[in-house]
């Protein structure tokens, strides 16, 4: 008789692979796509010359002459990719920060000062930047520092902008053209106060002192904590703290610019790159390790994780600065990286979120920084080496082999609990390339001893694969390893007879 292989999408890996019999047990960069696994799409490198530094932000945009522009954030530089080119904008004494956050943790030094608030004096944290356009000039904040200009031209390098504040946690543009910067000094002050927001005059990012004859202002959120970031919602502002999700909103009255809200405690954010938008569902990664999606309108609420726990137990959590995330709109999806001790201290490791049904998988590709596709046809991807790449581009690895594996939860072959001879595969691939390896594991307990055959080669278009398995209990799994290397999963039935009782 024919058995077919047809878990539901998603790894399941929180529970013993006998206790979730019928799912898949484990993966690496496959993703499952209208209900199918599928290995993700390769990468090719953008530019031939890496970057110097440590990038952990990217944007992108189109100026007024159509020309694609990429900005990328280093620790050390500031860089943009124009028509091709690679130009080195780094503001006249800037000094490098730091790649690794420092010994200092979080809560010492004075409050709002390096670890806890990402503050004045010294930066205890990796750098990160904040980065938005107005017009198509680029606006650049990195983290604890002050406000910069480049005004669209790679002859130049990026200004300052004098009546910024000095230290700026983070920043962004607002649709009414208000540069807007969040955890910086007051006004009157000067004292630093990570929960203070200032803003810029509308339509014009130079003036920030408050005036009757301006829109520029400041607003200190309640709560106490830190402004962790903070994105536009549409016309809207989502503005997260270390322990809450605020809402800001335009209002344009003499007596009050805009108005911020609390939305929602206990639900902070991570890291300032640990939250993306699609479609104005933001989601984003708490401290606690947890995942919420928000929506304008409703109360943020948390996403189930079915393999959380290998990744919460391996974070570097102090590191957890470096986590970054994005869309990959082509396929509805959200990706986060982390730090996985396994590996080292940088980020090494992802997790993929599909938005349609709700299922994760994971992955080994290591990447620093990551914009979705559009305007440019890619996402675009920088590793730890400053090596700039297009994503979702072939099927390799950059000429190199792409490897990928996923295994199914162990379970009972026949209903019955009988014993079963599998002797050989239907496979059922679309669009394979390169050979598919299959290894069947198996036992005739939960508790005994687990054997292995295989792996067994599945070239491309083959229509059957014969060998011999005696079992009671059986996972499969399959790999990849090949350049160019690609398979989209479709319903492989194994040819099984059964020879024995419970």
């Known amino acids: 008789m024919r058995i077919a292989l047809a878990p539901p999408p998603g790894l399941v890996s929180d529970e013993t692979t006998f206790s979730s019999p019928g799912t898949w047990a484990d993966g690496n960069n496959v993703r499952f796509y209208r209900g199918r696994p599928q290995t993700i799409g390769g990468w090719v490198r953008a530019h031939l010359l890496p970057l110097t530094g440590v990038c952990r932000n990217a944007l992108?945009?189109?100026?007024?002459?159509?020309?694609?522009?990429?900005?990328?954030?280093?620790?050390?530089?500031?860089?943009?990719?124009?028509?091709?080119v690679l130009a080195d904008i780094t503001p006249v004494g800037l000094t490098p920060g730091n790649i690794d956050r420092s010994e200092l943790g979080y809560g010492q030094g004075g409050y709002g000062i390096g670890g806890y608030g990402g503050g004045p004096n010294s930066e205890f944290f990796p750098r990160t930047w904040s980065f938005a356009t107005f017009g198509q000039y680029l606006m650049a904040a990195p983290r604890g520092k002050t406000l910069y200009v480049w005004q669209n031209n790679t002859a130049n390098k990026a200004t300052i902008v004098a009546q910024a504040p000095d230290h700026i946690g983070s920043m962004l543009t607002t649709p009414e053209r208000v540069v807007m910067a969040f955890g910086c000094e007051e006004e009157i002050s000067n004292d630093y106060n990570p929960m203070c927001i200032r803003w810029s005059d509308i339509e014009d990012y130079?003036?920030?002192?408050?005036?009757?004859?301006?829109?520029?202002?400041?607003?200190?959120?309640?709560?106490?904590?830190?402004?962790?970031?903070?994105?536009?919602?549409?016309?809207?502002?989502?503005?997260?703290?270390?322990?809450?999700?605020?809402?800001?909103?335009?209002?344009?009255?003499?007596?009050?610019?805009?108005?911020?809200?609390?939305?929602?405690?206990?639900?902070?954010?991570?890291?300032?790159?640990?939250?993306?938008?699609?479609?104005?569902?933001?989601?984003?990664?708490?401290p606690d390790l947890q995942f919420y999606a928000w929506q304008v309108g409703a109360p943020p609420s948390p996403i189930v994780c079915p393999i959380q726990r290998d990744f919460s137990e391996n974070l570097v959590t102090d590191q957890i600065d470096k986590v970054i995330s994005t869309g990959v709109s082509v396929f509805g999806e959200v990706w986060w990286w982390y730090p996985d001790g396994r590996d080292g201290l940088e980020n090494s490791r992802y997790l993929s979120l599909t938005l349609a049904d709700g299922s994760w998988s994971k992955g080994d590709v290591a990447r620093t920084a990551a914009i979705d596709s559009g305007p440019q046809q890619y996402p675009v991807f920088v590793a730890y080496d400053g090596t700039i790449y297009y994503h979702e581009n072939g099927a390799s690895a950059d000429d190199a082999p792409l490897d990928w594996f996923l295994r199914s939860s162990d379970q009972y072959i026949d209903q019955g609990q009988r014993r079963v001879l599998i002797r050989g595969?239907?496979?059922?691939?679309?669009?394979?390339?390169?050979?598919?390896?299959?290894?069947?594991?198996?036992?005739?307990?939960?508790?005994?001893?687990?054997?292995?055959?295989?792996?067994?080669?599945?070239?491309?278009?083959?229509?059957?694969?014969?060998?011999?398995?005696?079992?009671?209990?059986?996972?499969?799994?399959?790999?990849?390893?090949?350049?160019?290397?690609?398979?989209?999963?479709?319903?492989?039935?194994?040819?099984?007879?059964?020879?024995?009782?419970?």
């Open 60 to 84: 992108s945009w189109i100026d007024t002459t159509s020309q694609l522009n990429i900005a990328f954030g280093t620790h050390s530089n500031l860089f943009v990719l124009k028509g091709g």
């Open 206 to 286: 130079a003036t920030w002192a408050t005036a009757a004859a301006n829109s520029a202002g400041e607003y200190i959120l309640e709560g106490g904590g830190r402004i962790v970031a903070a994105r536009l919602l549409g016309s809207y502002i989502g503005i997260w703290t270390d322990t809450s999700v605020f809402l800001g909103q335009y209002v344009g009255s003499d007596t009050q610019v805009y108005r911020f809200d609390l939305v929602a405690d206990n639900c902070g954010l991570a890291s300032p790159n640990a939250v993306t938008v699609v479609n104005q569902v933001c989601y984003w990664m708490t």
């Open 425 to 502: 595969i239907w496979p059922d691939f679309e669009a394979q390339r390169g050979d598919i390896a299959l290894s069947i594991y198996y036992r005739s307990r939960p508790q005994a001893p687990e054997r292995v055959k295989g792996p067994y080669a599945l070239t491309a278009g083959r229509s059957k694969k014969d060998f011999l398995v005696d079992a009671r209990i059986a996972a499969v799994e399959f790999s990849g390893a090949s350049m160019p290397s690609f398979m989209r999963g479709g319903l492989p039935s194994f040819d099984v007879v059964v020879t024995g009782e419970q």
